[in-house]
């Protein structure tokens, strides 16, 4: 059960046996308990903006994801696809939970009929998403 995921306190109340008891079993080596995946670290609001800013004497401000927007500058990419990375201290992140809800009401449907589809970094539905956050 520990191999398979299980919490101990899952398993203690599965058998009937005394936390303790299950306890000292894992300690002495009797049970061997699987290794804690390792968190991914999380970057600051200081250490994000360390990072656009070392960008910013490069290519441009915020301009990271350099293999990416080189490819998409030569055609050679269907856009930057969105990567959501672990992070803390981000002013207004709630505002990512009405995404599904906008995609739910719609808010892309026609988008290819109304506007072209971008080519570049940038395509038409992350562009449009980017619109109705800032309208928000």
């Known amino acids: ?7 101990r306190a899952e398993i203690v ?32 609001k200081s250490e994000r903006n360390i990072l656009d800013c070392e960008a910013a ?3 441009g401000t915020a301009c990271t994801r350099v293999e990416e927007r080189t490819a998409a500058a030569f ?16 002013p207004k992140a709630g505002a990512l939970c009405a995404l599904p809800s ?19 970094y940038y395509r038409t539905a992350p562009i449009v998403i980017l619109l109705a956050y800032m309208y928000l």
């Open 1 to 7: 059960m520990l191999s398979n995921g299980y919490s």
């Open 102 to 120: 906008l995609l739910a009401s719609g808010l892309l449907k026609g988008t290819r009929s109304l506007l072209n589809d971008l080519q570049g």
């Open 57 to 59: 004497s490069k290519i």
């Open 13 to 44: 109340s599965e058998l009937n046996v005394p936390s303790d008891t299950f306890r000292k079993a894992i300690n002495d080596g009797r049970l061997e308990e699987p290794e804690q995946a390792i968190p991914t670290p999380c970057s600051t």
């Open 75 to 90: 055609g050679m990419s269907d856009g930057a696809k969105p990567l959501f990375l672990p992070s803390i201290d981000v």
